[in-house]
């Protein structure tokens, strides 16, 4: 029986460590999934699962341990950037500005309670300390890791931060939902008045590509070409179909209107009256999209290498017997196809033409769902190695100990997002189906907390007992409370946002995944959703980076135990 032992006991044997982390993350798997007042730790509970069995005597070698750390939170941080990469910089726009810029204030407040606490209680509490319960509180695992990295740089040698993490992060998690639970009390919500609301909001700030019927009754585009008459409008807009003589065809860009003619026009809608008006007159009883003709519309996947970085001007529908690209479908938003927008692969064309046509375009384009499967493993170990590197620059600061680093969180992830956005411009292939990047985040997190768990279990129990968990603890609670409180308060009172975007905002600030689906359980719409992805890249990014900044900025003045 000795080989069972050793296989248990053995913290330098591959066997063992192996063992180790499986017996860590199923565990923890497991039980992340109980519910307690309808609310789940999820993976974060392989943290606990961690911390338990390393106290009970499960060990692995030091080094191994910091290794597979960083490589996960490396794995987490990049598939998340490959994810909101394509609508990262689109979530500033309009309603997408107030909300990241209510996140934004919310990130500030935290930091500013984290460091008035820390001045407060600085005879008990090292500043390293106070960052983990900051991170706990506003449950940001990367965060965590980036800070630890950075008091690795300083020679950092007390308490591991994430025992004041771990006693932090359940009463923080509780402590969101039970804030949105609070403004919900104060407010006097009503949850389906809130639905009704944000359905007539979003059908009044829709930015997606509509369609409308015009009839050309204006005698100076007798004869005129539909690239001619978008060129002198200066508004980009896409003739689909065109009913002339009684025959419904696709018109391509250098084909002639007609008076009489009936037009199927896709623009942008703050264009629409502008082209109504210059055609002559909009026709609300014809849907020529409905009419029997040898139009067809279909939906078409980009799925071959050699067209990502293409521009839709690259296509030369011209030369396609009238197939018409009127409307692009990317990571859940709906794009105008202008001629210099670049198309990606994973890319959805809705194209209008004659079948025959449609087909050949499709052809072309690739239309493999099966070729999207394979992952595109050369762009993620470049984007992965170009962001270690772009993470380890060092930033020097005057007045700093030490110069400043994005890290293997901050580096991998912001390059991550630029190559989400602009990776087809370099030709790069980034696109991941959704499962194959949700299964990377969740290795990666998991082997990150798993690590996390082993190093830090008998100093987390030690903290308990006899140490300072519990002020961990009462602190963590007003960095998690008097941030959301504030910005849930000023959010509903002065801009008037919908309740249900004000939980997503809640979850998306502190980057919470048990608060989205709590949100969930309060409307079937996906309102929650959609404020929680508009405010989590950014929110996501701070969280990495403010840690280091406070640790940076005041280690000359403090003493770090």
């Known amino acids: 029986m000795d080989w069972i032992t050793a296989l248990f006991s053995n913290p330098d044997s591959v066997a063992h460590i192996l063992m180790a982390y499986s017996i860590v993350i199923a565990l923890g798997l497991a039980l992340g999934k109980i519910k307690v007042f309808g609310v789940s730790l999820g993976v974060t509970f392989v943290l606990f699962a961690g911390l338990a069995l390393n106290y009970f005597g499960l060990k692995v070698n030091a080094s191994v341990l910091g290794f597979i750390r960083d490589f996960g ?3 987490f941080v990049f598939f998340i950037g490959l994810q909101v990469g394509p609508s990262f910089f689109s979530s500033f726009k309009s309603g997408g500005l107030v909300l990241n810029s209510l996140m934004v204030l919310a990130v500030v407040l935290s930091v500013a309670v984290t460091i008035v606490l820390y001045f407060l209680f600085d005879d008990k509490i090292s500043l390293a300390q106070m960052l983990g319960v900051h991170y706990g509180a506003v449950t940001n695992t990367p965060g965590l890791g980036a800070t630890q990295e950075a008091l690795a740089q300083l020679h950092y040698q007390g308490e591991d931060i994430a025992v004041a993490y771990a ?4 009463l923080g998690v509780v402590s969101i939902i039970g804030t949105a639970i ?10 389906k008045e809130e639905d009704q609301h944000w359905e007539a909001e979003e059908q009044a700030t829709n930015h997606a590509p509509i369609f409308f019927h015009v009839i050309v009754a204006n005698h100076a585009l007798e004869g005129r070409s539909i690239r001619s008459i978008r060129d002198f409008i200066g508004r980009p807009f896409i003739c689909s179909r065109i009913l002339h003589n009684g025959e419904i065809t696709s018109p391509g860009a250098d ?9 199927r026009v896709v623009s942008a809608e703050e264009n629409k ?8 007159e909009e026709d609300t009883k014809v849907d020529l999209a409905t009419e029997h003709s040898p139009i067809t519309s279909r939906r078409i996947l980009v799925t071959r290498q050699e067209i990502n970085g293409l521009t839709v001007g690259d296509l030369h529908l011209s030369h396609s017997d009238g197939v018409n690209i009127t409307r692009v479908y990317r990571a859940g938003m709906q794009l105008f196809p202008y001629q210099n927008l670049h198309i990606q692969i994973g890319d959805e064309l809705f194209c209008v033409g004659p079948e025959n046509s449609v087909k050949r375009l499709a052809d072309r384009l690739g239309n493999k769902v099966k070729r999207l499967e394979h992952p595109n493993l050369i762009t993620i170990f470049i984007g992965i190695a170009i962001g270690i590197l772009f993470g380890s620059l060092p930033i020097a600061i005057p007045g700093m100990p030490v110069p400043l680093k994005l890290g293997l969180a901050g580096g991998p992830l912001i390059v991550a997002i630029l190559l989400g956005r602009y990776g087809s411009l370099f030709r790069l292939v980034t696109y991941t189906t959704s499962s194959a990047n949700l299964m990377m985040r969740e290795i990666g997190i998991a082997l990150f907390l798993s690590s996390v768990g082993l190093a830090a279990g008998e100093n987390f129990v030690d903290a308990l007992l006899v140490g300072n968990g519990w002020l961990y603890v009462l602190l963590g609670l007003f960095v998690t409370i008097i941030p959301l409180m504030t910005v849930g308060c000023i959010a509903r009172k002065f801009f008037n946002i919908n309740y249900h975007s004000i939980v997503g905002l809640l979850a998306g600030a502190t980057t919470d995944p048990p608060t989205l689906a709590y949100a969930a359980t309060l409307s079937e719409k996906n309102s929650s959703a959609v404020a929680y992805s508009t405010v989590y890249p950014l929110a996501m990014f701070l969280r990495i980076l403010t840690g280091q900044l406070i640790l940076l900025v005041m280690w000359s003045y403090v003493t770090v135990s």
């Open 273 to 280: 009256d502008a082209i109504v008006a210059f055609f002559g």
């Open 167 to 170: 006693c932090a992060y359940p």
């Open 255 to 263: 084909d002639l209107v007609h008076i009489g003619d009936t037009i």
């Open 182 to 191: 609070a403004l919900r009390l104060i407010f006097k919500i009503n949850l």
């Open 73 to 75: 939170l490396i794995l």
